[in-house]
């Protein structure tokens, strides 16, 4: 069959989920009618040798600030929570590759180092905040959970499960409001779509047709809880259905999966299309947070999804596929390593915010 000039598939089953009955009045869908792209290939990027190298040294230096910071916490430098975001780096390494900065916002829940790196934000800065040092993106007063940098679009760091999506709601009403041509992103995990908000947020987002991207990262578990005993609908692309809100499933261990899809949804939102859910299938290796021994599964899980499905394993096996010598990988390494040993450098030589700090910030008005 010819296919429609221009519209791919997956653009015209998001646009048949649109449908809206108040414009035009279609018969009422059957119970079960499909109307997510989930069913759907989409597409895998076709990146450039320079781009693969490029997601290889953002996801390596993610990982790598992540187990420095583990390692910095266990030594009782970080305080107060910390949660690492091992094992997901290719969602946020192949999502934040297709935005511009500065356009476009970003927001998220607690589980944010991997996002902020990915926003372009200095190591430095993230790693002085999470030691709690003055010279922190947040002076040293916010910690792992509350760091945020409107310069480069990144809105947090929150620490209220489900909060970000409203937030971020709203952040994309800003943008069709002011008329910029920004999209948000809006992360939330898999427990989070099981939060009341997200469901008030998803129709507003679509009565308003908000420029939106609800990124949800399944990463299998809400703290001790897998996502099967938690949710009566697990396939977790299908939540924005009855607002008519297409989504997609993704494998979010695939950088250039990630990337493909992205793209196509990005495609959607800027042309005016309105929100999309984007489901992120993933895995955190680590516990939910430090304090976590993650008796809720078994070694041999955790063991199994990093020998066959490691985002960075992966992508480096693509690339020697290709040809591209060892030497050049490992000189990644290398470099990767030096920043981030250089952030925790920066981190412990810088001093505590003054005790005059506790008075500073709390407001932004005066009071
Ligand atoms: C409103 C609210 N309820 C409960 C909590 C406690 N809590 C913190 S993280 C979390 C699990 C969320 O899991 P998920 O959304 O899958 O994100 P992940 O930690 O896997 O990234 C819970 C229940 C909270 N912080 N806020
Ligand atoms: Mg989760």
């Known amino acids: 069959m010819a296919k429609a ?13 649109r449908k809206n009955p108040a414009k035009k009045k279609p018969a009422p869908k059957k119970a079960g009618t499909a109307i997510s792209t989930g069913g759907l290939k989409t597409p895998i990027y ?82 002085a905040e999470l030691t709690g040092r003055s010279t922190g993106i947040s002076k040293g007063k916010g910690g792992s959970m509350h760091m945020f940098s409107v310069e480069h679009g990144f809105y947090g760091g929150h620490g209220i499960v489900g909060a970000q999506v409203s937030l971020g709601t709203g952040l994309a009403f800003a943008h069709k409001y002011k008329e910029d041509g920004g999209v948000c992103l809006a992360y939330f995990g ?40 938690s949710s009566a609908e697990d396939q977790l692309y299908r939540r924005g259905e009855s607002f008519r809100i297409p989504g997609m499933q993704v494998d979010g261990m695939d950088v250039l999966a990630v990337r493909g899809a992205v793209e196509e949804a990005l495609k959607d939102v800027r042309s005016g299309g309105g929100p999309v859910i984007m489901e992120l299938k993933t895995y955190r290796y680590r516990g939910h947070s430090m304090s976590d021994p993650a008796k809720y599964r078994s070694r041999d899980e955790v063991k199994d999804v990093r020998e066959k499905s490691d985002p960075i394993e992966r992508l480096k096996a693509t690339l020697i596929k290709e040809g591209v010598p060892e030497g050049d ?39």
């Open 5 to 17: 000039p221009g519209k791919t598939t997956v653009a015209k089953k998001m646009a048949a989920t």
């Open 190 to 229: 898999d427990g989070a779509s099981n939060q009341g908000q997200v469901y008030e947020s998803f129709n507003m987002a679509e009565l308003w047709q908000l420029p939106v991207i609800y990124v949800i990262e399944n990463n299998q578990y809400a703290m001790g809880t897998s996502v099967n005993r």
């Open 329 to 367: 990988l490992k000189a990644i390494d290398k470099k990767v390593r030096k920043i981030v040993v250089d952030s925790a450098d920066f981190a412990e030589e810088s001093s505590e915010p003054d005790l005059s700090e506790l008075y500073t910030d709390v407001l932004v008005e005066q009071y």
């Open 46 to 127: 076709k990146a450039s040798r320079a781009e693969k190298m490029d997601f290889y040294e953002q996801m390596l230096l993610i990982r790598r600030f992540e187990e420095k910071a583990g390692q910095l916490y266990g030594l009782g430098l970080i305080g107060g929570f910390c949660h690492l975001y091992i094992g997901q780096e290719a969602v946020v390494t192949g999502l934040q590759s297709a935005i511009s900065p500065g356009k476009d916002s970003v927001i998220t829940g607690y589980r944010d180092h991997g996002h902020m790196l990915a926003c372009g934000i200095h190591p430095n800065v993230v790693m």
